[in-house]
C-alpha cells in the first residue's frame, strides 16, 4: 500500500493541519487581546491629571502614530486639546516647548517613516 493511499497518513495530516490552524488562531486572539489593553491603557494615560501635558501628549501621539503640529492654527491641536483634556494654550505651550528645544521625534513617531517631517 502507498503512502498517498494510507487512511492513516492522510487523517493524521489534517490533524496536523488542523491544529496548527487553532494554535494560529489562538496566538493571532492573544495579540490582539494583547494590543486592545495597550490601547486601553494609552487612552487612559492620554486624559489621566496626574501626567504633564507633555507625557499626555505623547500618550496621544503613540495611540494615533501621529506627532503634534508644530503649526499653532493646525485643526488637530484643537482636537488633541479636548481629548487630552487639556486646553488649547497647554497644547501651544507644548509646540513652543518643542520647537524651542530643537526636539527630534520621539521614539513612537521615529518608527514612522512615512511620516517624518512634521504637521504644519
Same mark, same amino acid.
Given at each position: 500500500? #502507498?503512502?498517498e493511499n494510507n487512511p492513516r497518513t492522510v487523517i493524521g495530516a489534517a490533524s496536523v493541519? #488542523?491544529?496548527f490552524v487553532k494554535e494560529h488562531r489562538a496566538r493571532v486572539a492573544l495579540a490582539s487581546? &494583547? +494590543? *486592545?489593553?495597550?490601547?486601553t491603557r494609552e487612552a487612559a494615560l492620554q486624559t489621566d491629571e #496626574? +501626567?504633564?501635558? *507633555?507625557? /499626555?501628549?505623547r500618550a496621544w501621539e503613540r495611540i494615533h502614530? +501621529?506627532?503634534l503640529p508644530t503649526d499653532p492654527t493646525h485643526p488637530l491641536v484643537r482636537?488633541?486639546?479636548?481629548v487630552t483634556g487639556l486646553g488649547v494654550p497647554e497644547v501651544h505651550e &507644548? *509646540? /513652543?516647548r518643542r520647537i524651542s528645544g530643537g526636539e527630534r521625534p520621539t521614539p513612537a513617531s521615529a518608527s514612522l517613516s512615512w511620516n517624518s517631517k512634521p504637521m504644519r
Open positions: 500500500m #502507498s503512502h493541519g #488542523s491544529d487581546e &494583547e +494590543l *486592545q489593553r495597550k490601547r #496626574s +501626567l504633564t501635558p *507633555q507625557e /499626555r501628549i502614530e +501621529l506627532r482636537f488633541i486639546a479636548r &507644548e *509646540q /513652543r
